[in-house]
């Protein structure tokens, strides 16, 4: 029998690492399944009198207490939400403790200004994701000088998402130029982007999820066949290798872990 | 005089949870000036040897120990960032521990297993991300039945990160459309998003904020002026009350700030 919990993710703010950080350590009890709710910006006590409720229905209606995942900043709130019939994991509190005892200095709390909105970081994120957008797809390849990368690969093997993601998380300006058939049997990097070999990273994919995937766009073509998806996987992995271009497997990664492993294996520093 | 310290975040997958929660609680001590670090993918007991290094360096340096982010599940791993000259966070041991009691489950201890990476969770997000794009700044209008949500705002507002935020982040298909300036002057909802109301999202910013965005774009224009910006605005916002759209200003938030308060005010769940 499967146990059910129900965990909730609180915070005064987007919620976003609250639930990162408690999706992470719920995944790693695995006969236990949860429902997980991010409750974001809980930014007054009148509002967390509102989560006390909520989670009290929870436990009723689950017969036993819920988790809370909790980095609200202010004591007062907080309190509030301790009330609740949870357990509750408050991250602040067991970290800022032993902090303010090593930095020897009172922490702020100053509510919901946990990640503090630099107007230059926003303006380098804003900017690499336009670049990303207007360099999409080999669309334009005339600003490639000013590319942090360019990504490469076969059509439908992850480039785009790939490319917003370096962007919206590390401000990366990154382009992305697909290779064609005739690329692929050219045997040799193509003209627009052989001037640029030291900014190129190549995805590859396995053959079988490439022909899912092109089976939605174009279903029954040539061009999702396993035949066709299997030549230019094993075409496309063997001109990386002899053009000697660092490259990684997008079949089992989310978006963020590949774009986090081009960052590392291509050297890359965040820019915002 | 402003004291430094070096932060380490470490960890075995891309290091975006440990980050994120690392940096909060820094931010949270503003009389010091940290410099980070993200190392991820820290997943042998080599790389840790090596991390170990790096951190003892800094120590050096600053002539104060680093501090340590740690969210590494391996414990032999953990074991070795531990003997480096550091103050050490570590983030799994800390929740671990209480979690086992409440849940009478003995965690899983797989490493860089911490985010599941489901296929059709996958497939949601590159769903919603291709939507975003093919969507975007009005190019197609036909498909917005489709739309969890259409993002509306003058040019420059905003409307294309968020989409794509939301896109990225909670699997929603956000479409956008831009309020022209004769959209503006007809004082009423364009034929082709009106029939949508439901689903429709404002955007705003400052008027002064808009001028130094769109004069990055076409300096000295028209369109850049500040009467223009003041004017566009201030009609906008008038229209959003008139035909009660919810909407939201986004000059001071970050891209994941205006997409999760879109998702909080227009009540939307997320999809992945």
């Given at each position: 029998?499967?146990?059910k919990r129900?965990?909730?993710?609180i915070s005064?703010?987007?919620?976003i690492?609250?639930?990162?950080?408690?999706?992470?350590?719920?995944?790693r009890?695995?006969?236990?399944?949860?429902?997980?709710?991010?409750?974001p910006?809980?930014?007054?006590?009148?509002?967390?009198?509102e989560?006390?409720?909520?989670?009290?229905i929870?436990?009723?209606?689950d017969?036993?207490?819920p988790l809370?995942?909790?980095?609200?900043?202010?004591?007062?709130?907080?309190?509030?939400?301790a009330?609740s019939?949870?357990?509750?994991?408050?991250?602040?509190?067991?970290?800022l403790?032993?902090?303010q005892r090593?930095?020897?200095?009172?922490?702020?709390?100053?509510?919901?200004?946990?990640r503090?909105?630099?107007?230059?970081?926003?303006?380098?994120?804003?900017?690499a994701?336009?670049?990303?957008?207007?360099?999409?797809?080999?669309?334009?390849t005339?600003y490639?000088?000013?590319?942090?990368?360019?990504?490469?690969?076969?059509?439908?093997?992850?480039?785009t998402p790939?490319?917003?993601?370096?962007?919206?998380?590390?401000?990366?300006?990154a382009?992305?130029?697909?290779?064609?058939?005739?690329?692929?049997?050219?045997?040799?990097l193509?003209?627009?982007?052989?001037?640029?070999?030291?900014?190129?990273?190549?995805?590859t994919?396995?053959?079988?999820?490439?022909a899912l995937?092109r089976?939605?766009?174009?279903?029954?073509?040539?061009?999702?066949s396993?035949k066709?998806c299997?030549?230019?996987?094993?075409?496309?992995?063997?001109m990386?290798?002899?053009?000697r271009?660092?490259?990684?497997?997008?079949?089992?990664?989310?978006?963020?872990?590949?774009?986090?492993?081009?960052?590392?294996?291509?050297?890359?520093?965040?820019?915002?």
């Open positions: 029998m499967t146990i129900t965990a909730f993710f005064d703010g987007t919620g690492t609250s639930e990162a950080l408690g999706v992470s350590l719920l995944n009890f695995e006969d236990i399944a949860f429902d997980k709710e991010t409750l910006y809980v930014d007054s006590v009148e509002k967390a009198h989560v006390v409720e909520k989670i009290n929870a436990a009723r209606i017969d036993s207490r809370v995942f909790d980095t609200v900043v202010d004591d007062a709130i907080r309190k509030v939400i009330t019939d949870s357990f509750m994991i408050d991250v602040f509190a067991a970290f403790g032993p902090l090593e930095l020897n200095e009172q922490p702020s709390t100053k509510v919901g200004r946990t503090i909105t630099e107007s230059t970081h926003y303006d380098k994120r804003i900017e994701i336009n670049y990303a957008l207007e360099n999409d797809d080999g669309a334009r005339k490639y000088d000013q590319a942090d990368v360019i990504l490469i690969g076969v059509s439908r093997s992850g480039k790939a490319c917003l993601y370096l962007a919206m998380q590390y401000g990366i300006k382009a992305n130029y697909p290779l064609t058939e005739e690329d692929i049997e050219d045997q040799k193509p003209a627009s982007i052989k001037g640029f070999r030291e900014k190129l990273f190549g995805l994919i396995e053959p079988d999820r490439l995937i089976n939605e766009r174009k279903p029954n073509s040539r061009y999702a396993m066709q299997n030549h230019e996987v094993e075409e496309v992995e063997l990386y290798r002899r053009e271009i660092a490259y990684t497997n997008t079949t089992h990664y989310s978006v963020e872990e590949i774009a986090t492993r081009v960052m590392v294996k291509s050297g890359l520093q965040r820019r915002c």
